[in-house]
Nanobody, 125 residues
Framework: QVQLVESGGGSAQAGGSLRLSCAAS????????MGWFRQPPGKQREGVAI??????RTWYVDSVKGRFTISRAKNTVYLQMNSLKPEDTAMYYC????????????????????WGQGTQVTVSS
């Protein structure tokens, strides 16, 4: 059974940093997309950053480019978030496709098969 467990959320001041981690179990993440989505209060879930586990290629939503960095090591995916803004406040979810999935950096939630429970990030001004 695939499990994705997020950690590292919390509160930060604007301009600060946080690092999220997503530990995958029951999942070999061979040639798959893994990434982070977020859902602000009262809004739809949106894709933030994706990594292709096969070769490390990454994709980002425009609003976080230059501030967030996604990386992976074995069965863990990280999201380093710098220069945080109040509009980054959201529940952050880790997600993964099935293995051997052609990853084109999709930020569409329906392309992802597995989801974590989420970790809250709150940025104050």
């Amino acid at each position: 059974q695939v499990q994705l467990v997020e950690s590292g959320g919390g509160s930060a001041q604007a301009g600060g940093s946080l690092r999220l981690s997503c530990a995958a179990s029951g999942y070999n993440n061979r040639a798959s997309c893994m990434g982070w989505f977020r859902q602000p209060p009262g809004k739809q879930r949106e894709g933030v950053a994706i990594v292709y586990t096969n070769d490390g290629r990454t994709w980002y939503v425009d609003s976080v480019k230059g501030r967030f960095t996604i990386s992976r090591a074995k069965n863990t995916v990280y999201l380093q978030m710098n220069s945080l803004k109040p509009e980054d406040t959201a529940m952050y979810y880790c997600a993964a496709t099935r293995e051997y999935y052609y990853c084109d950096g999709s930020l569409t939630t329906t392309d992802y098969n597995f989801w974590g429970q989420g970790t809250q990030v709150t940025v104050s001004s």
